[in-house]
C-alpha cells in the first residue's frame, strides 16, 4: 500500500508538470440529467423531459480508465443522482473497484433511499438554501425542507456517525438568511456547511446561453445590496467564531469575504478574487450523455461513447488546452465561483 500511494502521488506530479493525466484522483459523474426541484438559480430542471443517464454499461466501461488513473473518488452529482433507477447498480460497480462513492443531492428522496444509501455511498453532501419557507421557496418544491430534515435526521437515527455535510448558493434571495441557515444546519445534525456565490455568467447548470442582465439580476446582489451582505459576513466571523475553529463552517473568514468580493467585482469595485484551482488536472465531470468536461464549467472535450476516458483527457487538443490555459486571464476561470485545488500529497 505504501508504494502504491508513493507510486500515485509522483503520478499525480507528473500530471501538473507534463499536462498528461497519469493521476485523476477524483471524477465526477451525472448519473441522471433531470432533477427534482425548480430552484431559481439553475436551469437543470427546464430540460427535465429532454431525459439523458448514465447506464451500467457506461460506468462499467469507465473502469479500465478509472483503474489506470488510479482514481480513488467519485462524486455523483446531477441534476438529482438518485432519480437515475440503476443508481446503487451504478454504485457497486464503483464499490467492487474499491472507490468511494460521494453523493451530491437535494435530500427529497434521502429517507426512502437511506438504507442502500449507508450501504453503497461513503458521504452525503446535501442543498441547503434558507431556513424552511426561503428553502421551499428558492427549491420551488412545498416541503423540501422538511424532507431534506427529515431525510438527514433518518440517516442520523441509523449511523450517528455518517457523514453529512450541506452546500449552500449564497445569493440574493437569501444572503439576509445566512445566519438562519447556519443554525439550521446545525439543528438539522449536519456536520460541516459550506458556502459559495453564485455562477451568474458561464454555460453550466444546463444554460444553453449564458444569463444576461435581466436574468442575473434575480439572483445577482445590487450595487446597494453590497454594504448589508458585507455586515452580514462580518458578524458571522465575529459571532461564529468557533465554527471556523472547529471545522464545521468549512471556509476560512477570509473565503468567507470573497464571497462578498465576488459580488462587489461585477460593479467594479474590485478584482473577482483569486482562486488557486487545478481542477482539469486533478478530476473531469462526465454528463449524463456521456460528454467529458475539464470541470463544470469549460466545454466539453470529448464523449465516453466514442472514445474511453483516457483517450480523451490525453487527446493533443485536451493536453495543449491545459498547458495553454491561464487561469488569470481565461474568462470563465475568472468568474468562476469553486475551484479544486488538491496538491498531489492530498487524498480526496
Same mark, same amino acid.
Given at each position: 500500500?505504501?508504494?502504491?500511494?508513493?507510486?500515485?502521488?509522483?503520478q499525480?506530479?507528473?500530471?501538473l508538470?507534463t499536462?498528461?493525466?497519469?493521476?485523476?484522483?477524483?471524477?465526477i459523474?451525472?448519473?441522471?440529467?433531470?432533477?427534482?426541484?425548480?430552484?431559481?438559480?439553475c436551469?437543470?430542471?427546464?430540460?427535465?423531459k429532454n431525459?439523458?443517464?448514465?447506464?451500467?454499461?457506461?460506468?462499467?466501461?469507465l473502469?479500465?480508465?478509472?483503474?489506470?488513473?488510479?482514481?480513488?473518488?467519485?462524486?455523483?452529482?446531477?441534476?438529482e443522482?438518485?432519480?437515475n433507477q440503476?443508481?446503487?447498480?451504478?454504485c457497486?460497480?464503483?464499490k467492487s473497484?474499491?472507490?468511494?462513492?460521494?453523493?451530491?443531492t437535494?435530500?427529497?428522496?434521502?429517507?426512502?433511499?437511506a438504507e442502500?444509501?449507508?450501504?453503497?455511498?461513503?458521504?452525503?453532501?446535501?442543498?441547503?438554501?434558507?431556513?424552511?419557507?426561503?428553502?421551499?421557496?428558492?427549491?420551488?418544491?412545498?416541503?423540501?425542507?422538511?424532507?431534506?430534515?427529515?431525510?438527514?435526521?433518518?440517516?442520523?437515527?441509523?449511523?450517528?456517525?455518517?457523514?453529512i455535510t450541506?452546500?449552500?448558493?449564497i445569493?440574493?434571495?437569501?444572503?439576509w438568511?445566512?445566519?438562519?441557515?447556519?443554525?439550521?444546519?446545525?439543528?438539522?445534525?449536519?456536520?460541516?456547511?459550506s458556502?459559495?456565490?453564485?455562477d451568474?455568467s458561464?454555460?453550466?447548470?444546463?444554460?444553453?446561453? %449564458?444569463w444576461?442582465e435581466p436574468?442575473?439580476n &434575480?439572483i445577482?446582489? +445590487?450595487? $446597494?445590496?453590497?454594504?448589508e451582505?458585507? /455586515? =452580514?459576513?462580518?458578524?458571522?466571523i465575529?459571532?461564529?467564531?468557533?465554527?471556523?475553529?472547529?471545522?464545521?463552517?468549512?471556509?476560512s473568514?477570509?473565503?468567507?469575504?470573497?464571497?462578498?468580493?465576488?459580488?462587489?467585482?461585477?460593479?467594479?469595485l474590485?478584482?473577482?478574487?483569486?482562486?488557486?484551482?487545478? %481542477?482539469?488536472?486533478v478530476?473531469?465531470?462526465? &454528463?449524463?450523455?456521456? +460528454?467529458? $468536461?475539464?470541470?463544470?464549467?469549460?466545454? /466539453? =472535450?470529448?464523449?465516453?461513447?466514442?472514445?474511453?476516458?483516457?483517450?480523451?483527457?490525453?487527446?493533443?487538443?485536451?493536453?495543449?488546452?491545459?498547458?495553454?490555459?491561464?487561469?488569470?486571464?481565461?474568462?470563465t476561470?475568472?468568474?468562476?465561483v469553486?475551484?479544486?485545488n488538491l496538491?498531489?500529497?492530498?487524498?480526496p
Open positions: 500500500m505504501l508504494l502504491q500511494s508513493i507510486n500515485h502521488t509522483y499525480r506530479y507528473r500530471t508538470k499536462h498528461r493525466i497519469s493521476a485523476l484522483p477524483i471524477v459523474l451525472m448519473p441522471h440529467s433531470a432533477c427534482n426541484c425548480r430552484c431559481v438559480m436551469d437543470i430542471w427546464k430540460d427535465n431525459l439523458k443517464q448514465l447506464t451500467e454499461q457506461d460506468v462499467s466501461g473502469l479500465d480508465s478509472l483503474k489506470k488513473f488510479g482514481t480513488r473518488q467519485v462524486v455523483m452529482s446531477g441534476g443522482a438518485l432519480l440503476n443508481f446503487f447498480g451504478l457497486e460497480i464503483l473497484a474499491g472507490i468511494k462513492v460521494s453523493l451530491l437535494t435530500g427529497l428522496s434521502v429517507k426512502a433511499h442502500k444509501l449507508l450501504k453503497y455511498v461513503n458521504d452525503i453532501i446535501v442543498s441547503l438554501d434558507g431556513d424552511q419557507p426561503l428553502h421551499d421557496a428558492i427549491r420551488n418544491i412545498p416541503g423540501a425542507f422538511q424532507k431534506l430534515k427529515d431525510g438527514v435526521e433518518h440517516i442520523r437515527s441509523i449511523n450517528p456517525k455518517y457523514r450541506a452546500r449552500t448558493v445569493h440574493r434571495l437569501n444572503f438568511n445566512w445566519s438562519s441557515i447556519i443554525y439550521q444546519a446545525r439543528l438539522m445534525g449536519i456536520d460541516q456547511v458556502f459559495l456565490p453564485a451568474v458561464s454555460h453550466a447548470f444546463n444554460r444553453q446561453m %449564458a444576461e436574468r442575473q &434575480e445577482l446582489l +445590487s450595487e $446597494r445590496e453590497l454594504p451582505l458585507k /455586515a =452580514i459576513i462580518e458578524r458571522i465575529d459571532e461564529c467564531s468557533e465554527d471556523f475553529t472547529n471545522g464545521f463552517i468549512a471556509e473568514p477570509e473565503k468567507l469575504m470573497d464571497i462578498y468580493r465576488y459580488y462587489a467585482a461585477y460593479y467594479g474590485n478584482p473577482f478574487p483569486f482562486k488557486k484551482c487545478n %481542477a482539469p488536472w478530476s473531469t465531470v462526465i &454528463e449524463a450523455d456521456g +460528454s467529458v $468536461r475539464p470541470c463544470f464549467f469549460h466545454e /466539453a =472535450i470529448g464523449n465516453i461513447k466514442d472514445s474511453s476516458l483516457a483517450t480523451i483527457l490525453n487527446s493533443d487538443d485536451a493536453i495543449n488546452w491545459r498547458k495553454t490555459l491561464d487561469m488569470s486571464t481565461n474568462s476561470c475568472v468568474k468562476c469553486c475551484s479544486l496538491s498531489p500529497r492530498m487524498n
